[in-house]
């Protein structure tokens, strides 16, 4: 299976564009060379593909058909060009997510810079380049679970102990200026003299908070290659104030990179589920409280926490009430159809006692799109259960899988 949360920045279009084809990137990079060569043969002959995946995707998944001609193309150059290079060895899975990120990334940046002749087209296809995406993938295949992280979205690891509490083992690296790790790689692939510049105020130039996206091209093209696809492009792109300015102290680009850190995790009976999330969501909740949140959302156990007032004082007959409204507040907990809107009623809802205030959580969610972003981040979220028999029996010594 392959799942992925994607967030966009400077626009939805980019998150929009590798929403749709990263997967297939992936799947192409993954697959056996006589399975490529069967897919090419039908392409040529203008068969039918055989229907080796199985994609589950909401129409609305689909935003523009005009550009699947154009997906599709760039996507069959790409097996053609692994077709001939034929190694003859099946894909290492980690080698295959990046090859796909990077791949893509590149992809984009090309069919900006040819543009295309489809007006609509081409005011899309440079839209999708000088937006952003960061991108959280996991492949899970049996009990090998590998995920692919390229920005600041995170998996987190549900690991139930044996006394039945949580725990929460993170499976991603946030690239960004928390991360000390990454702020050393972008320093060290720039001049000294730009030392202080490329990192200011925690933001890339300045500007941009994840060390790591999809599109964004203004921080990877020259600034020649920039105005001149400028220049030629469509008017309503120069509409846009994203794509005006060069960002400051652009001397060495490219500056940012699509490829992904890829960390593998081999699946045991104790993990029990998966939670992909944008980083709306670890904004505003600890990993821990997350993985407790779910935890006890699909178990139904409810391990109860000491009500903290945060330095508040209250009186006897407060506190009466908020254990008053735990209680209920635990009678209704599964009104909620999934775990992961369950997540997310919390992380918009909580109020200072860690509570789902309703009132809160109407006001927060009624807010104006304009108003909205300066209270919270739009947020996704997935919550990918593991069946621990099926773990357990693939994990014995001895037995075939």
Known sequence: MLLGVFDGHAGCACAQAVSERLFYYIAVSLLPQETLIEIENAVESGRAVLPILQWHKHPNDYFSKEASRLYFNSLRTYWQELLDLNSGENPDIKEALVNA????????????????PNSFLNYWVLRVAFSGATACVAHVDGVDLHVANTGDGRAVLGVQEEDGSWAAMTLSNDHNAQNENEVKRIRSEHPKNEEKTVIKQDRLLGLLMPFRAFGDVKFKWSIELQKRVLESGPDQLNENEYTKFIPPNYHTPPYLTAKPEVIYH?????DKFLVLGSDGLWETMHRQEVVRVVGEYLTGVHQQQPITVGGYRVT?????????????????????????????????????????????????LSLPEELARMYRDDITVIVVQFNSHVIGAQNKPGEDV
């Open 266 to 270: 081999k699946l045991r009976p104790q």
């Open 101 to 116: 990120f990077k791949r893509l990334d590149n992809d984009l940046s090309l069919e900006a810079q040819v543009g295309d």
């Open 316 to 364: 006897l007959g407060q506190m009466q009430g908020l254990l008053m409204e735990r209680r209920a507040r635990f009678s209704s907990v599964f009104e909620d159809q999934n775990s992961a809107t369950h997540l997310i009623r919390h992380a918009v809802g909580n109020n200072e006692f860690g509570v789902v205030d309703h009132e809160r959580l109407s006001k927060m």
